[in-house]
């Protein structure tokens, strides 16, 4: 088969995972599709539990007390929740289902943050009796939480942050603007014993260091005033947004000044803005280093230093950067044909576990080929090629762009989709199709042995 137009398109391969890479040499890739019948998930805990490690290691570096907090949306599996469990890491859920699941792996009621506009009456009663701090998004919200805190008096304090709305992103539709944290702070001091106001919070949308650190350091000039008005106000939390550094720099730069709509299906097109920043320099616990590091435009005291001595602990979410590498998802190749000039997999799978097309956008790093059997000495061909979900709708493609394959794929060949455990494995997960939903195998390296095991999370 010709090779399909020019075999030098952009590559944005993952940076090397020397561990996986033999993982997935060994056989166990090909056992598991064999097994499973449809793609599927590997979960790799060891690399959370690293990258939890990182981000406690920066506060404890910087002399901040501080809490870190799983922002389970990011992945629905059970096994970051053990994970969190044991090692004393905190969870942030947004949903009585979120809460549920996370209470039952073992995390104990203080250990968890409660995200997300408008919580329901169900999620709030739990949260309160089980001890859990509740971020307050509305005035009406703080409203059914004080309900539910003071009813009977059999219940503990209801414990609140006030989600603070971004002065510099003044359309969020969350948090509470300057007048509503005023009547909001008002309220709690009028329902006494029921509340206790424990500090502030705010999640940005973005990646970038600066606006996190000034408005941190702002928080804690609004606990101080807090604590004046007799709140304890002893807090803060940051929210999520650690980027993750999925490929090289050279490799993002070159992709980002060469990338058009000859580089994908149909003629698609993209601008860099929709994709997610693929190449982060400083990412994970290196940004909250950065963000501690940080000193207001104003001059004075670090973040850091300004927390030691407020004597304001920092809590942090961080969804995608604790899953850094801690996962990838496996396909298996059901066809193989060519248009215009270029090839077309179709994979046994949709791009629903793939999880970027809803944003309009697509997972750039480049899929991994694992051949079912040797390719033939000769046959190493470059071979440019689309992937397709193995549905009926046009717009069912996991990658639009033309990825530079070593060679022509077979069906029967594996595609390994690296670095997916934050967000892209199970946020859009559907059984459209009646396809089944990709389960995830937990893969763990004990006495020099690679073993996995099914994700134990509860079905709903
Ligand atoms: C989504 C979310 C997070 C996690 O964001 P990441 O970008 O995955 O770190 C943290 N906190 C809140 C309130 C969120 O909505």
Redesign the pocket.
Known sequence: MAVNGPAGGPVLPAHPDPWLERVLRGGLPHELAYAFGGPYHLLLPGRFDGNAAAFRAALTEAGVAGQV?Y?K??NKAAVWIERCAANGIGV?V?SAGELRETLGHGVRGEHIVV??PAKDGDLLRVAVLQGCLV?VDALDELERLLARADAGGASPPARVLL?RLPPGQPHSR?GLDGAELEAALRRCRDAGDAVRMEGF?F?LSG?DVAPRAELAHELVGMCLGARAAGHPADRI?I?????VDYVSAADWDRFTRTQGPHDYHAGRSFTTADFYPYHAPAAGARALRAVLAARPAAGGPSLAGRLRGAGVRLLL???????DRAGCTVFRVQGVKERDGYGMLTVNGSSLSLSEQWFGSEYLPDPVLLPERPERPGGETPYRACVGGATCLEQDLLTWRRIVFPHRPRPGDLLVYPNTA??QMDSNESPFHDLPLPPKAVVEEARGRVRWRLDRRTPC
């Open positions: 907090y922002a949306k990011a942030d947004a995200t997300g971020t989600r969350f919070s999640h990646y939390d929210g999520g947004g650690f980027p979410e961080p969804g995608r950067a604790l899953l934050g967000y």
